[in-house]
């Protein structure tokens, strides 16, 4: 899928991009989640395993 033309909606956790079609809108939703594997390790050094 190559690059989308509309408007661009979103608050950094879930986006959307809402554009128009010959029948009607067509509405794009994505999620975003992201984990860091630091911070369970940094937690396990200091508990002293």
């Given at each position: ?6 408007a661009?909606?979103?608050?950094g956790?879930?986006?959307?991009v ?32």
């Amino acid at each position: 899928m190559g690059a989308v033309d509309g408007a661009v909606l979103g608050n950094g956790d879930m986006g959307a991009v809402v554009r128009t079609e010959a029948d009607g809108f067509a509405f794009l939703l994505g999620k975003n989640d992201f984990w860091r594997q630091q911070q369970l390790y940094e937690t396990k050094q200091q508990q002293g395993e």
